[in-house]
């Protein structure tokens, strides 16, 4: 099996979930990956598989919940939306992808 | 309560499955309707958004574990399994069913019996200052040799208890069984003889009647019987009335004196012979005759000191 090229984002894809849901609200799986895609230029696409099952943990976790609802195309989907604990969450992942992007810059600019 | 969920989602599986379902399918439609825009024919729209989404069954099967509690659902599958084998060969589990009930019954028997005989205290009064009174071991003695080891003569016993002043008081039975016909087919009780000490050593009572005390170790008293709880079920049926109703004992006439408490069933498991009948010693000397109530076996009441 081919290595996914999105492997790089297995750590971080709770933090695109969490931050994309803080920000544009309720949002389903589909509607996810599509935000994450476009806002990102199409420089992120998150495997569309993998993405189910991190809802569903993090939903376990309580830092999502979730509704079924009629989208305007008539289809049934699950809505989800972060909760209270979700926001702590994503602030404590903001905080740590900072600190891990300003040290591998630092090691980076190093000569 | 995530926990409960996880718990509930094991035994709701097909509602769980339909759920993920629907999501994927979702999933599934919004991607086709995309690349039908971008100008994609039907058909080959369905089998790309399918490749997008990659392996759907273990897309399907890793959001399942993360909504269940993954090992109840293993167990959960494991026992289901055993049950479909079990079903799969009939006389064997008939076979495995069966030698396991028997066993375990076996086992609870033989430790209701264990408990009662051995770990369980004697219920009765002070179990704990009970000794047993024995020969020395290897002692030359005499003695009534009805087993590999003497019991204790009539002779003997009538000594101890008048000269003895380490305990408080001393009991002694002998253990025997009573022809209840009047002739014909002999139909037997097991029973003991005891010394008048004996209930209220043992502190059990009496439910009817009274039971024998000190002052009917006398052979001016007329004989009478103390019947345990069990006895007077089976043979009078609970009546109440049976105070002084005739039981016919190896041929003699004795009137029923008192009905033992319940306590006495226990008695009789814990004391070797089992226990139907109470007679007092002296007074079944010289009339209810059996050879076996010349030997006795002893206890003594009081402190554990003399051990």
């Known amino acids: 099996m081919p290595k996914s090229p999105n492997d790089k984002l297995q750590g971080t894809l709770t933090l695109l979930v969490l931050k994309t849901l803080n920000t544009r609200g309720p949002l389903h799986g589909y509607g996810l990956c599509e935000h994450i895609r476009s806002v990102s230029a199409e420089l992120l696409q998150l495997e569309e598989g993998s993405l189910c099952p991190a809802l569903h943990r993090m939903e376990q976790d309580q830092w999502i919940s979730s509704k079924w609802e009629i989208t305007n195309k008539g289809r049934q989907a699950k809505f989800y939306s972060i909760t209270t604990k979700g926001k702590k969450q994503l602030a404590e992942e903001n905080e740590s992808w900072a600190r891990l992007t300003r040290g591998v810059m630092r090691v980076l600019n190093y000569s | ?307």
């Open chain 2, 1 to 307: 309560m995530a926990w409960y969920r996880r718990w509930r989602n094991v035994f709701r599986d097909d509602a769980l499955s339909t759920e993920l379902d629907a999501e994927l399918a979702y999933h599934l439609a919004e991607t086709v309707d995309r690349l039908i825009e971008a100008g994609m024919p039907e058909p080959e729209a369905l089998i790309a958004a399918r490749r997008q989404l990659g392996n759907y069954t273990i897309q399907k099967e890793r959001a399942r574990d993360m909504n269940i509690a993954t090992w109840l659902d293993q167990l959960r599958a494991d026992v289901m399994y055993g049950l479909r084998q079990l079903k799969q060969s009939p006389g064997f589990t008939a076979v495995a069913v069966l030698s396991l009930a028997l066993g375990i019954g076996a086992n609870a028997a033989i430790f209701q019996l264990v408990n009662a005989i051995r770990l369980k205290l004697l219920p009765v009064k002070n179990p704990e200052q009970l000794v047993v009174v024995d020969w020395n071991k290897d002692s030359a003695r005499a003695g009534a040799w009805s087993t590999r080891s003497a019991n204790f003569t009539y002779t003997q016993w009538d000594v101890l208890r008048a000269h003895q002043e380490a305990f408080s008081d001393m009991i002694a039975w002998s253990a025997s069984h009573f022809d209840l016909t009047r002739g014909g087919e002999p139909r037997f009780a097991e029973g003991l003889y005891v010394s008048g000490s004996f209930f209220p050593v043992l502190g059990v009572s009496a439910e009817l009647g009274r039971t024998l005390s000190a002052s009917d170790d006398s052979a001016s008293c007329n004989a009478a019987a103390v019947i345990s709880d069990a006895f007077w079920h089976r043979e009078f049926g609970g009546d109440r009335q049976v105070l002084g109703r005739r039981l016919t004992l190896n041929g003699y006439p004795v009137p029923a004196g008192a009905c033992c408490t319940t306590d006495c069933y226990e008695l009789a498991v814990a004391l070797p012979g089992g226990l139907g009948l109470l007679l007092s010693i002296v007074q079944a000397r010289g009339r209810v005759r059996n050879r076996s109530s010349q030997s006795l076996m002893m206890l003594a009441h009081g402190s554990v000191r003399w051990m």
